[in-house]
């Protein structure tokens, strides 16, 4: 259950991650991993169609604010998914679907989480696959 919690630059965080240009020499970079042991036990549940074959779907993690992902797990065929060794804090949890015939990131692929080390997170995305009309 190890995950990293920030990334520094000579002392100055760096939510959206560190750029590297090309031949450039690395240094000054801390990155601090935190330990967890906090579950997230979740449902899909799409609603008014089902997605297009060969489509699925992936939930991730993320810190608000910051820029990269922890612990992506994929969603089984009945919509469910399991993401263990989750250190404690306050996550948003983003659907994300992939495939030929994808549909769009559709209102409410997000949401945001509290892990508790050792507790079991239940959450339960609901996902409107309603066809938006186009302005």
Known sequence: GYAI??????GVHMPRGIEVKDG???AGIRVVVAYGNGSIRGVVKLENGSLPAGVQMLVRLMKPGENFFLRPSQVDPRGHFLM????P???ELVLQFFGAGAPQQPPGAKREVSVQNGVVTDVMLSVDLTTQPKP
């Open 5 to 10: 919690s920030r990334i520094e630059r000579d």
């Open 24 to 26: 450039e020499q690395v």
């Open 89 to 91: 804090g306050t996550y």
């Open 84 to 87: 263990d060794g989750i250190p």
